[in-house]
């Protein structure tokens, strides 16, 4: 989407002659009513089905499920120019809807697989996204126009709001027709939605003016409520009321303080969560325990003997107190993906991800009292039949386990797309 600039002099027949091109550009029509996208022709590298690697088993990429496209004004503001008052002004428009760029449980872009999922969505659409977090309120709200008629108009801001829910496809065995096995790229549980916009554009349209449907000036000239005593009657130069700007305006602020409050709230959830254990649950552990090896290096998953440490890469010695030592518990499996706990011999505790701290990217991985939470519970995804190879994915946040380096004493974090050098994929060693 190619954004429409304003210069004193340019008039309203410029104007819309650059927004009927500017609409002709996009390669999907702004419609309000959810579309699935078709993966094939949405520019995902890496599609369902698609032959993958051990390399891959701790690794996450994102496929795009629905795509929503609404034309939205971010800021507006009804302006009546006299015949003596044509020309050039600047007006300082008003806010009416704030919009932010978020995917998932943050609330904003964190991570590579937020950036990437973002670009899969401007693909499929042909439209050019915005992929940083950013937020229309931070935008200028002041609009220089070239009168060249008298009239009713609105000036406005506007952007194509785009939202829709999202995939993440995960490395997994498969077993084929023939009965034997291979690594293939799958739909896994995991699944969000994600906000983001265009890039802005601004005019001023009026009542009288033919514009395109379902566009950013259609949007505009709603709300310019031409039907109204303001817009009919005569006035002195400069601003007029619009009821269904200000009503619009008010049902935005209502749904955004709506939308903060239940921000707050999950917040001070998992404040509280943080602050105190969850009640310890009753698990039903698989008979045996196993060591989170580093494939073909002697490097493993070892829990904290303190509660303020996380779970880090040690070597197993006679000193390791069964503390690199773990069981998988309260064990499910769907569509050949394992869901469990990860007690820890050691310890006595599951590995989990830490409240505060959970929608942080590289967020590191420790042990608690073992509770009903889903920042307990992991995906774990295996190699083919013969192979011990895993990838584990948090299913609460998401993301991929692995470290940053190979080191003795490195922390086991979150990645959100997973590390991709591999680092992300272990064995699953009996002891």
Not at 43 to 60: E, H, K, M
Not at 123 to 150: C, I, K, R
Request: hydrophobic share 35%.
């Amino acid at each position: 989407m190619r954004r429409t600039t304003t210069h004193l002099g340019r008039g309203l027949g410029a104007l819309l002659a650059t927004a009927t091109a500017t609409v002709g550009l996009a390669a999907t029509p702004a419609v309000a009513t959810p579309a699935a996208a078709t993966p094939a022709a949405s520019g995902q590298a890496v599609q369902p089905g698609q032959a993958c690697t051990a390399a891959d088993l701790g690794t996450r990429r994102p496929i795009i499920k629905t795509t929503q496209v609404t034309p939205t004004i971010t800021h507006f503001k009804g302006w009546y120019v006299t015949q003596g008052s044509t020309g050039s002004h600047t007006v300082t428009t008003s806010t009416q809807t704030t919009i932010s760029v978020s995917v998932g449980l943050n609330g904003t872009v964190q991570g590579s697989f937020a950036v990437e999922a973002l670009g899969s969505v401007g693909a499929s659409l042909g439209l050019n996204v915005q992929v940083d977090y950013s937020s229309t309120s931070s935008e200028s709200n002041s609009v220089s126009w070239n009168f060249m008629e008298p009239g009713y108009y609105g000036l406005y801001k506007g952007t194509k709001k785009v939202t829709g829910t999202y995939g993440s496809l995960n490395c997994n065995r498969v077993q084929q027709g023939d009965g034997s096995w291979a690594l293939k790229w799958t739909e896994g549980p995991d699944s969000g939605s994600y906000t983001t916009y265009t890039a802005l554009e601004e005019g001023a349209v009026r009542c009288e003016d033919k514009v395109p449907a379902n566009s950013i000036m259609a949007k505009a000239q709603i709300l310019l409520d031409c039907g109204s005593p303001a817009a009919t009657a005569k006035h002195p130069a400069g601003p007029v009321p619009s009821a269904k700007a200000d009503q619009a305006r008010h049902d935005a602020d209502d749904a955004a303080a709506a939308a903060a409050a239940a921000a707050q709230s999950m917040k001070a959830t998992q404040a509280a969560q943080a602050a105190k254990s969850a009640p310890r649950a009753a698990l039903d552990c698989r008979p045996g325990a196993y060591k989170i090896d580093v494939p073909g290096k002697p490097l493993n998953w070892s829990a904290p003997l303190l509660a303020n440490d996380g779970i880090r890469l040690r070597e197993s010695t006679f000193f390791s107190a069964h503390l690199d030592n773990w069981r998988l518990c309260n064990v499910t499996e769907r569509n050949g993906v394992i869901e469990a706990s990860l007690w820890n011999w050691g310890n006595g505790g599951c590995a989990t991800i830490p409240a505060n701290i959970a929608n942080q990217e590289q967020a590191y991985l420790t042990t608690a009292t073992c509770g009903e939470d889903d920042l307990q519970r992991f995906y774990i995804y295996r190699d083919v039949p013969g192979s011990t190879k895993i990838g584990l994915q948090n299913k609460y946040t998401g993301s991929m386990m692995g470290h940053d380096r190979y080191a003795d004493g490195e922390l086991i974090r979150q990645y959100s797309s997973g590390r991709p050098d591999g680092t992300g994929t272990y064995t699953l060693t009996g002891v």
